[in-house]
């Protein structure tokens, strides 16, 4: 480990000796405000090379990312704020000097883990083809309104609403003067009644041939 963190500051400095030499090429207005930014990306507690870590500009919407070993090479200005990140490890971020006297900046920058705490995930086994059947059988969804409308128009529904709501003027109306008609038909003597009828009782006999009043166990 010792071994390539020397290795990886020589290079870092091999680097910066032959940038050296290209930023004192005359007829180089950006000589004084451009800075060629090297540097290697490490883990704080091993000191390895972080691979394909960001390296962003802020501000500037331009960025680089590191090589596998960990290192990088950007053009950056005097007085950018860079910006180090890569995925397990927390950002970091430098800000070049105003004041650089030359126009190469190198940097060794650790990055320190970050541990991600994930919701915990349950695992069930795939449910056999008894369980499958058993549970859509038994699964129950509920009515939409289609089905709705039908239970309502069911017989026996209808008959309960009717027995639950009062009735209207209308209704009220027709009823007493089914009542006064009645009255009417049979007005000046008694009132007709269902235990004279021959009709009714040959009903009755029927039914009792039939067995209807007898108890059901």
Request: aromatic share 12%; hydrophobic share 40%.
């Amino acid at each position: 480990m010792y071994k390539r963190f020397v290795f990886m500051v020589f290079l870092v400095c091999g680097l910066l000796v032959h940038q050296q030499g290209l930023a004192q090429q005359p007829n180089n207005p950006y000589r004084d405000s451009i800075v060629q930014l090297y540097g290697v990306i490490m883990t704080a507690d091993s000191l390895r090379g972080v691979p394909s870590a960001s390296v962003i500009v802020e501000g500037r919407g331009r960025g680089t990312i590191t090589s596998p070993d960990g290192v990088f090479s950007i053009a950056v200005m005097k007085g950018d704020r860079i910006t180090f990140s890569s995925i397990g490890f927390k950002n970091s971020s430098i800000q070049i000097p105003f004041n650089l006297p030359e126009n190469q900046y190198s940097v060794i920058q650790l990055l320190i883990s970050d541990t991600a705490y994930l919701p915990a995930t349950v695992l069930k086994p795939r449910p056999t083809r008894e369980q499958f059947e058993r549970d859509f059988l038994n699964n129950r969804f509920p009515d939409d309104n289609y089905e709705i409308a039908r239970k309502n128009f069911e017989e026996a529904q209808r008959r309960i609403v009717l027995q639950s709501l009062p009735a209207d003027g209308r209704e009220a109306v027709n009823y007493q003067l089914r009542q006064q008609s009645n009255k009417y038909y049979s007005a000046g003597q008694i009132p007709p009644m269902n235990i004279m009828n021959p009709a009714a009782w040959m009903d009755f006999i029927q039914a009792w041939k039939r067995g209807d009043f007898k108890r059901k166990k």
